[in-house]
C-alpha cells in the first residue's frame, strides 16, 4: 500500500468513524493496520472505532498498542481509561448476578458502579480521531 492509498483509506475511515459508520470505519481501520502495523496514529483510530462499538476488549489492545509504538501519545490515555471503565462495568454487572458474591463485595461493586456512572455517565464519548494531530 502506498503512502497516498494509506492515506485515502485513513479519510474514509475518519469519514466513516464521524458518520457513525462504526463497523465500515475498523474494517477501513484493520486494512491500514495491516500494512502500517508500527504506526500509533492508526492503532489509536482504530481504537477509538472499537472504543464507539462497545468493543472494550480491543479497544483496550489497540490503544496499548498505540502506546506501546509511541509512548508519548498522551491522547490515547484518555480513551484507554474509558476503555478499562467499560470493562468494569461488564464484570461488575456479571459479578452482580452472580450468587457466589458476598455482600460486602455487592455492597462495594455497587458504589463504585455508582462512581463510574457518575464519572463518565450517561455514555463515554472517546477521543475523535481527525481532531487530532496524527503521529
Given amino acids: 500500500m502506498t503512502d497516498a492509498e494509506m492515506q485515502m483509506l485513513m479519510f474514509r475511515a475518519d469519514s466513516a468513524i464521524n458518520g457513525g459508520q462504526i463497523s465500515a470505519a475498523e474494517q477501513l481501520y484493520s486494512k491500514v ?9 492508526v492503532w489509536f483510530r482504530i481504537g477509538t472505532a472499537y472504543l464507539r462499538a462497545d468493543q472494550a476488549e ?26 478499562h471503565l467499560s470493562q468494569f462495568r461488564f464484570a461488575a454487572n456479571k459479578a452482580l448476578a452472580s450468587k457466589q458474591l458476598s455482600e460486602s463485595n455487592r455492597v462495594t461493586l455497587k458504589s463504585l458502579q455508582a462512581d463510574v456512572a457518575h464519572a463518565i455517565a450517561p455514555a463515554p464519548e472517546p477521543t475523535k480521531p481527525e481532531s487530532l494531530a496524527t503521529h
Fill in 58 to 83: 480491543l479497544a483496550v489492545v489497540a490503544l496499548r498498542e498505540a502506546l506501546r509504538i509511541d509512548p508519548t501519545m498522551e491522547k490515547a490515555w484518555p480513551n484507554l481509561a474509558i476503555a
Fill in 33 to 41: 493496520v495491516a500494512a502500517y502495523p508500527n504506526d500509533a496514529s
